[in-house]
């Protein structure tokens, strides 16, 4: 009963860093591209090379921040001075952006680009996998930590929207009160049972280089990366200027921001339902299947809403969003745990999940940019859905299925790693 009740206690602080940072990532995502349209006056290209930048900027920051997080494992040092950083994001929209805009919007993407990228697309593996691990050490299932993040996203929806259209600029100060609430529960709620840790890892300082680069001799981490390059990096750059397409189909582009909102509330709403039972569905169907599942019905969604003839269709296939983020989230982290050495999580999870779907955002953000403006929205996403479409097929030919004794070794690990510090403990009294 003891034992139960501190993995409750120890759980909720998940949850609510998850609610905490990725409120960040929804407003900054679903709203930047607008506040750039409306506020500092910048076109589809000019905002396509900002989010180029970020992409471009994270390919440096994630393979180092992989290879620091394995060697961390629960130290907390790298995941802070991302939250701290986030405190930043209201003053520097506020008061540095426009300045700098000023001078030259292309050293405006370069500046704004390495600082959401440090906070979001290079620290989001930072964030996920110092969860992944702790749901490992305390006995909880990740996906139900990430309800905090689909919670965030309703949220973010219903609150961005109306503030937006009461003062653009405080989007971005609730940037700063989330930073500084995640920053609190990093230094004083999330614990981690550390008896338990060699669950998530080794703990014995044994992780070397010569067997982080092992990694990039492995067939399969390719066969992910490449997967992610043409599914999930290709779902961001459809999603960061969708707001202004979705706007076309309205008479005034404030109708068009409300109901984005509303669409946005419903779709995390049914992401935050579906990651309750996610865990149990990927255990029966095989995280394998759930990633294929993901990249067909990102296909599906992003063809859709080019052929959509009203905006009413358009909201259908947008709310498809609800099912995919839950399959990829749960899927992904399943997937790496099984496939891979558990001990190289961070690295495997920022190189293939995060660094290669960077290196084609940071390539596709700025062409689609100018693919709107040249050839129109519809024209690109059935452009964009078509190399999913190719790009997951491949994967069900080459993807390997993850070894379900995997977990098996990580719990043998752990039981050596307790026989040796007893075994030490022994030896010292005697």
Not at 130 to 149: I, P
Not at 182 to 205: Q, R
Not at 324 to 346: N, Q, V
């Given at each position: 009963m003891d034992s139960a009740k501190t993995e409750s206690k120890h759980f909720w602080g998940f949850p609510l860093s998850h609610f905490s940072y990725f409120f960040i990532w929804a407003v900054v995502n679903g709203y930047l591209t607008l506040w750039m349209e409306q506020v500092a006056h910048l076109n589809g290209t000019e905002s396509g090379a900002v989010f180029s930048m970020m992409a471009g900027i994270s390919l440096i920051f994630q393979p180092i921040f992989g290879v620091v997080s394995d060697k961390l494992l629960f130290k907390k040092n790298l995941i802070l001075t991302i939250a701290i950083v986030g405190i930043f994001i209201g003053p520097y929209f506020q008061?540095?952006?426009?300045?700098?805009?000023?001078?030259?919007?292309?050293?405006?993407?370069?500046?704004?680009?390495?600082?959401?990228?440090?906070?979001?697309?290079?620290?989001?593996?930072?964030?996920?996998?110092?969860?992944?691990?702790?749901?490992?050490?305390?006995?909880?299932?990740?996906?139900?930590?990430?309800?905090?993040?689909?919670?965030?996203?309703?949220?973010?929806?219903?609150?961005?929207?109306?503030?937006?259209?009461?003062?653009?600029?405080?989007?971005?100060?609730?940037?700063?009160?989330?930073?500084?609430?995640?920053?609190?529960?990093?230094?004083?709620?999330?614990?981690?049972?550390?008896?338990?840790?060699?669950?998530?890892?080794?703990?014995?300082?044994?992780?070397?280089?010569?067997?982080?680069?092992?990694?990039?001799?492995?067939?399969?981490?390719?066969?992910?990366?490449?997967?992610?390059?043409?599914?999930?990096a290709l779902f961001d750059v459809f999603d960061q200027q969708f707001i202004t397409f979705f706007k076309t189909f309205f008479d005034t582009a404030a109708q068009g921001t409300l109901v984005y909102s509303y669409m946005s509330s419903a779709q995390t709403a049914i992401e935050f339902c579906l990651m309750f039972p996610m865990p149990w569905i990927i255990n029966k169907i095989g995280s394998r299947n759930g990633l294929l599942i993901y990249g067909f019905i990102t296909c599906i969604r992003i063809l859709g809403s080019a052929l959509s003839p009203n905006w009413i269709w358009v909201v259908g296939f947008r709310l498809l969003a609800g099912l995919?983020?839950?399959?990829?989230?749960?899927?992904?982290?399943?997937?790496?745990?099984?496939?891979?050495?558990?001990?190289?999580?961070?690295t495997v999870y920022a190189l293939a999940s995060n660094f290669a779907k960077q290196v084609s955002v940071f390539i596709f953000s700025t062409v689609a940019g100018r693919m709107y403006d040249v050839i129109g929205y519809q024209h690109t996403y059935i452009i964009m859905g078509i190399v999913v479409f190719f790009i997951t097929l491949f994967a069900v030919f080459f993807l390997k299925k993850e070894d379900p004794i995997q977990p098996v070794k990580s719990r043998i690990l752990m039981l050596k790693l307790k026989w040796k510090r007893l075994l030490q403990l022994i030896v010292v009294n005697e």
């Open positions: 008061w540095v952006f426009m300045p700098i805009l000023h001078i030259n919007a292309f050293l405006v993407a370069i500046v704004t680009g390495t600082f959401l990228s440090f906070i979001l697309n290079g620290g989001v593996s930072v964030i996920e996998q110092y969860v992944q691990r702790a749901s490992l050490a305390n006995g909880f299932e990740y996906a139900h930590s990430r309800v905090g993040g689909s919670v965030a996203g309703v949220v973010a929806s219903l609150v961005a929207g109306r503030i937006f259209l009461w003062k653009p600029n405080s989007i971005f100060w609730a940037c700063t009160i989330a930073a500084i609430i995640l920053t609190f529960l990093l230094l004083f709620s999330d614990k981690v049972n550390l008896d338990n840790a060699a669950a998530a890892g080794d703990t014995s300082d044994s992780l070397d280089m010569k067997t982080v680069l092992s990694v990039f001799k492995l067939k399969n981490l390719w066969v992910l990366a490449i997967f992610y390059m043409g599914a999930s995919e983020m839950p399959l990829l989230l749960t899927s992904i982290m399943k997937y790496i745990a099984g496939a891979f050495d558990i001990r190289l999580y961070a």
